[in-house]
């Protein structure tokens, strides 16, 4: 059983460039969230999707959009890339509305 | 506005000393009080899920308390392999915060 897998796992991009960052889950989950980590801050939402075909804005969506293609997948892309969006992105699952519980193993973005 | 603030934010132990992290919190309407641990490179993994004070949640070493400000995740005889980041997240209403975390490190 796979959980939460994300992709790719490094990625260093420069300014301006756009990337998709994929993420899938094999749980059959219906909610699916996407978060930012920096040092010395805790976890911040970008985006949510509470079911297929619904996509809500988190605490820090700007610069960020979403596509919750299946109830599997839901992929977070960067149209034009800034420095101030190096972080390691994780993406999450749960059966229950707005408590993640099952996290992949984050993409560590590094923007030059 | 809900916060979480966590304490100390790194520990340092000796293998069997036991200790306890601290997560002070103000929310508004406390729907559930959660712990996690991370460790170097990969995601939180859930550990309890806490819903009103006076609650405790156990799992092999760790025991996780509740009151109305905050809560205590209490390590008994710890081994290296606790060593980890422990995380510490709130629901009141429609958010879900989490704290930024306090690094443990268990030594041999």
């Known amino acids: 059983n796979a959980g939460v897998t994300q992709t790719p796992k490094f990625q260093v991009l420069k300014t301006g460039q756009s990337m998709t960052l994929q993420c899938a889950q094999d749980?059959?989950?219906?909610?699916m969230y996407w978060y930012r980590q920096d040092p010395g801050m805790g976890l911040r939402l970008i985006y949510y999707?509470?079911?297929?075909?619904?996509?809500d804005k988190g605490e820090v969506p700007n610069g960020y959009n979403v596509s919750r293609l299946n109830k599997r997948e839901f992929s977070l892309r960067l149209e034009s890339a800034a420095p101030s969006q190096t972080s390691v992105y994780f993406c999450?699952?749960?059966?229950?509305?707005?408590?993640?519980?099952?996290f992949g193993d984050g993409t560590r973005l590094s923007i030059l | 506005e809900d916060q979480v603030t966590q304490s100390p934010e790194a520990l340092r132990l000796q293998e069997g000393e036991s200790s306890s992290l601290n997560c002070s919190y103000t929310?508004?309407?406390?729907?559930?009080l959660f712990w996690y641990r991370q460790d170097p490179g990969k995601g939180p993994e859930f550990l309890f899920t806490?819903?009103?004070a006076g609650e405790e949640k156990e799992k092999e070493r760790l025991k996780a308390t509740l009151t109305k400000k905050e809560s205590f995740l209490h390590i008994t005889a710890p081994k290296p392999e606790d060593s980890a980041t422990y995380l510490c997240a709130v629901q009141g209403g429609q958010n879900f915060v989490f704290g930024p975390g306090t690094r443990l490190s268990v030594l041999p």
């Open positions: 929310v508004s309407g406390l729907r559930g």
């Open positions: 749980m059959n989950h219906n909610s």
């Open positions: 999450a699952s749960s059966s229950v509305q707005g408590q993640p519980q099952h």
């Open positions: 806490l819903y009103s």
């Open positions: 999707s509470a079911s297929e075909g619904t996509t």
